[in-house]
T-cell receptor
Framework: DAGITQSPRHKVTETGTPVTLRCHQTENHRYMYWYRQDPGHGLRLIHY???????DKGEVSDGYSVSRSKTEDFLLTLESATSSQTSVYFC?????????????FGPGTRLTVL | KNEVEQSPQNLTAQEGEFITINCSYSVGISALHWLQQHPGGGIVSLFM?????KKHGRLIATINIQEKHSSLHITASHPRDSAVYIC?????????WGAGTKLIIKP
């Protein structure tokens, strides 16, 4: 158990509203990731962080921003939610410290944008 | 064409059967990962391997680097093994994910 929690676990919002999802870890891991998972697709990387204030884009970063002001928290923000952002969002950490090391996942957040 | 392909997409079997899930990839890799996603949504890492074979309980993962192929085997399958099994490869400092294989084991 890598001590990863996500909040909220479920959220329903309307198109055009801002949404922030929180990922919290208790183990001081350097690398943290945000993925989205949609039917018919594998996990797709949105953004990742390799330290406090150090973040980089993944393959589906448009429409999303992230922030990491503390080691333990990685926030994902949808500035103006759209229906195409309805998805299940997973946070993950890399135990070994490298982006390609074994990753451990949070329980997921189910977001519905109406 | 996806860089990581899993087969089958869906698999239904009876309890006790020997299960094989396949993963083929088209890129150079430094490691391959197998993960399990439970019906409730949680994702658990099962194996990371770069050669040969690894075993954990009833789960066995093999990889053939020359053939760019990996298999995940489940011996004496049980209904609690029902889940989506995901293959991912490490290539050029990125993780490339397969779409998953949905396994249902009937009692």
């Amino acid at each position: 158990d890598a001590g990863i929690t996500q909040s909220p676990r479920h959220k329903v919002t309307e198109t055009g509203t801002p949404v922030t999802l929180r990922c919290h870890q208790t183990e001081n891991h350097r690398y943290m990731y945000w993925y989205r998972q949609d039917p018919g697709h594998g996990l797709r990387l949105i953004h990742y962080s390799y330290g406090v204030k150090d973040t980089d884009k993944g393959e589906v970063s448009d429409g999303y921003s992230v922030s990491r002001s503390k080691t333990e928290d990685f926030l994902l923000t949808l500035e103006s939610a759209t229906s195409s952002q309805t998805s299940v969002y997973f946070c993950a950490i890399s135990e070994g410290g490298h982006i390609t090391d074994t990753q451990y996942f949070g329980p997921g957040t189910r977001l519905t944008v109406l | 064409k996806n860089e990581v392909e899993q087969s089958p997409q869906n698999l239904t079997a009876q309890e006790g059967e020997f299960i094989t899930i396949n993963c083929s990839y088209s890129v150079g890799i430094s490691a391959l990962h197998w993960l399990q996603q439970h019906p409730g949504g949680g994702i658990v890492s099962l194996f990371m391997l770069s050669s040969g074979k690894k075993k954990h309980g009833r789960l066995i993962a093999t990889i053939n680097i020359q053939e760019k192929h990996s298999s995940l085997h489940i011996t004496a399958s049980h209904p609690r093994d029902s889940a989506v099994y995901i293959c991912a490869v490490t290539s050029n400092y990125q993780l490339i994910w397969g779409a998953g294989t949905k396994l249902i084991i009937k009692p």
